[in-house]
């Protein structure tokens, strides 16, 4: 079984460097790097330079979904795959922690780590935060405890490739841009082979950081008409899509008066209502958010 570290990216150079760079920290080092980029500039001069493990880079069409799918097509059966976002940090023994799992469940098809901090709800780390809240956080010993999740996390999940190339199964590319609940979309599918857990001794650091995400109007049509989509696809249960709608629209409508700098809710809130009035007549397509 091969181990390896998948990144897509686009657009955040200097962010991808820093990811990449504090790879070379982890006790057990990847098989090999993947990144899926759009093009020749995600990449910084130098950026893999002297690292202690192969890369591939990977290069096509942009958006979260085909570049994910590139790299699965990259990989072999026996494969493991650790997917991360361009701004996750893992603590140093992750990668053997996650071994260690697929090592001893084989019934186990995806794992999901333990996120210790997470920008995304807030204005975002920059690595050096990143770094100090992994540290405070890797303070309170890890637990051995496997819990079983509905989906996995994008930021970090790992899974056996064997059963997606089996089966054909890929991230849908009609989720297009950043994707939004693509994760949840393809663990759903995923789960008809095997388990799909929360690992507490697999833990990290989301920076969650704001550059090159999708633009306030776009990511608020995602934010309705995908959980629509995914409902009639059967990849998200009802109730779940309702409460993250309703979640969504309640947030952006009352944070509008007073946003916060770092979200256009003004945008969202437009794409929300945009989406509502696209499903109320039926019209149910992720992929309209690329006309906007």
């Known amino acids: 079984m091969r181990l390896l570290v998948g990144i897509a990216t686009t657009g955040r150079a200097p962010i991808l460097t820093e990811t990449v760079r504090a790879l070379i920290q982890q006790d057990r080092q990847p098989d090999g790097l993947l990144l899926s980029v759009g093009g020749p500039g995600d990449l910084e001069p130098g950026a893999l330079e002297d690292l202690p493990f192969p890369v591939d880079v990977l290069e096509g069409p942009k958006g979260l979904t085909k570049q994910r799918n590139r790299m699965i097509e990259a990989c072999g059966p026996d494969d493991v795959v650790m997917m991360i976002d361009d701004d996750f940090l893992m603590a140093p023994d992750y990668l053997t922690r996650c071994e260690e799992v697929f090592a001893a ?69 009609d989720l297009p841009l950043y994707g939004w609940l693509e994760d949840v979309d393809f663990s759903r599918r995923l789960a008809a082979h095997g388990r799909i857990v929360k690992a507490g001794a697999t833990r990290g650091v989301h920076l969650g950081t704001k550059t090159g995400r999708t633009p306030g109007v776009k990511l608020g049509y995602s934010q309705i008409v995908n959980p629509v989509y995914m409902i009639r696809k059967g990849t998200l249960a009802p109730r779940r899509a309702y409460r993250l709608m309703l979640g969504n629209i309640g947030k952006n409508i009352l944070r509008t008066p007073c946003p916060e700098p770092w979200i256009d809710r003004w945008g969202r809130l437009k794409g929300n209502l945009l989406a509502l009035a696209d499903v109320a007549r039926g019209r149910v397509d992720p992929m309209r958010v690329m006309e906007m």
């Not at 794992?111 to 995304?120: E, P």
């Not at 637990?143 to 996995?152: Q, S, W």
């Not at 899974?159 to 991230?171: H, M, Q, T």
Request: charge should be negative.
């Open 105 to 173: 469940h084989p019934d186990v098809v995806m794992l999901t780590g333990t996120v210790l901090a997470d920008g995304i709800g807030g204005a975002g780390f920059d690595h050096a935060m990143g770094r100090t809240r992994l540290e405070e956080g890797l303070r309170t010993p890890a637990t051995g405890d496997l819990a079983e999740v509905y989906n996995g996390y994008g930021c970090n999940m790992a899974f056996r490739v064997g059963p997606a190339l089996a089966s054909g199964l890929r991230f849908d590319e």
